[in-house]
């Protein structure tokens, strides 16, 4: 049920078992079934969810109706809005489960009460935002200055557990290609080989 | 909110449990209902789901694996069955709201098996100290949930509890099954709570209300 979560844990900031003990009570455990929302756009995004089970994406709908993936979330991950969680403001994004999931949420409160009486969640949590940070900077270099089959390439070598787990037209979403172009990209590439 | 909420209902095929588990389908909620004889709790689905076809309802046969799923609980059993629910799903609703509907009365009906200095919610949460234990639904009988306005007047139903938002979280629950929510307090007016139920069963059983009464709060 947490088994990841403080695998995931103790490999960034390594606890005792009694600081582990004090960490559990603050976390919400929840199964999310596929299709099921753990946020929708309008909300307040109330927890950071992290995925001990199963695969979840955060994604913006466009005037258009269009869909834009902002983030996919496997086991180990963690996946929110984090500018609602932070600011209380309604959510921008949709959070919902492409597989059966089962989560560890941390609400706001517990969040705020694990900040004020647990240094190695803030140390914790500073680590995670850093490394989400860097893979943000990442992806949007990637996504403004690559070519289309560049960075096709680089996602499903950067994150290939994802590659083979979400739908063809979700993977063209994230990197910012019509499903088509993405299709004609992996002909191409195909071709070549 | 738009996020649907999930609740599971544990003991959803008695009396209460159904009847709450009924007037909550009229709200924009999952309903994951939950009891030892699934034939009953299925005829309680199969209800809803008649009376309410858009209606989001399944039977679960654990109470762990709802709870697991859920956001809110409600322990729709008896006092005496508590501590077993309790054990059962501690781990899983480590956070969570865990509504205590329960008065713990006596084989008599004429008085309270609590000691005088708790209450049935109380002792609920001592065995769930990680979660948010709210009371209500206790001074509502089965039968106002299907005529929640009595004589012309909507009966009140009183909620209790030590978490700000989780009463907030309740008190909609309350006005969607259709009655007037009263925010009475922290836990420890659970005790009250019970004790006014207690009254108003053995004013029933004296003046023969056929189990249809309920409180109402005047005021100016």
Redesign the interface.
């Known amino acids: 049920m947490n088994e990841l979560f403080f695998q995931k844990f103790n490999e960034k900031v390594p606890l005792t078992s009694e600081e582990q003990e004090q960490i559990k009570e603050y976390l919400t455990p929840k199964k999310l079934r596929k299709r099921q929302y753990i946020l929708q756009e309008g909300d307040v995004c109330k927890a950071i969810s992290f995925v001990e089970k199963g695969a979840l994406r955060a994604y913006t709908v466009d005037e258009n109706s269009n869909e834009h993936i902002i983030q996919f979330a496997i086991e180990g991950w963690t996946i929110s809005d984090l500018f609602s969680f932070l600011t209380a403001e309604p959510a921008t994004y949709n959070i919902d489960a492409l597989e059966d999931a089962e989560l560890l949420l941390i609400t706001r409160t517990a969040h705020e009460e694990l900040l004020r009486t647990q240094p190695k969640y803030e140390k914790y949590i500073r680590l995670l935002i850093t490394g989400a940070y860097i893979a943000l900077q990442r992806r949007l270099t990637s996504n403004i200055s690559l070519p289309a089959d560049e960075r096709y390439t680089r996602f499903t070598e950067t994150y290939p557990d994802i590659a083979q787990r979400v739908p063809q037209h979700m993977i063209a979403s994230y990197i910012g290609l019509t499903p088509e172009t993405l299709s004609r990209v992996r002909k191409k590439m195909a071709d070549r080989k | 909110?738009?996020?649907?909420q999930t609740i599971a209902i544990i003991g959803a095929s008695g009396n209460m449990g159904a009847a709450i588990s009924k007037s909550l389908a009229k709200g924009n909620y999952r309903l994951l209902l939950c009891a030892s004889e699934q034939d009953k709790v299925q005829a309680v689905a199969d209800e809803i789901k008649k009376s309410k076809p858009a209606a989001t309802v399944e039977t679960v046969d654990c109470a762990v694996?709802a709870s697991?799923?859920a956001?809110i609980i409600i322990a729709a059993v008896p006092y005496a069955a508590e501590e077993k629910v309790a054990q059962k799903i501690r781990?899983?609703a480590?956070?969570?709201i865990v509504i205590s509907i329960a008065n713990p009365l006596n084989d008599t009906y004429d008085g309270l098996v609590t000691a005088p200095d708790t209450s049935a919610a109380e002792e609920l949460q001592k065995l769930l100290p990680?979660s948010k234990v709210i009371k209500a639904f206790n001074t509502t009988f089965a039968a106002d949930f299907s005529t929640p306005v009595i004589d012309g007047k909507q009966a009140d139903a009183f909620i209790a509890g030590n978490d700000g938002?989780a009463l907030q979280t309740v008190s909609e629950l309350v006005s969607t099954a259709g009655f007037n929510p009263v925010i009475a307090g922290d836990l420890a007016v659970s005790g009250t709570l019970e004790r006014m139920q207690l009254l108003l069963i053995q004013l029933n059983m004296k003046y023969d209300y056929n189990w249809l009464a309920g409180w109402k709060i005047l005021h100016r």
Do not use: A, L, R, S
């Open positions: 909110m738009k996020t649907i694996d697991w799923e956001d781990e899983v480590n956070q969570k990680n938002e």
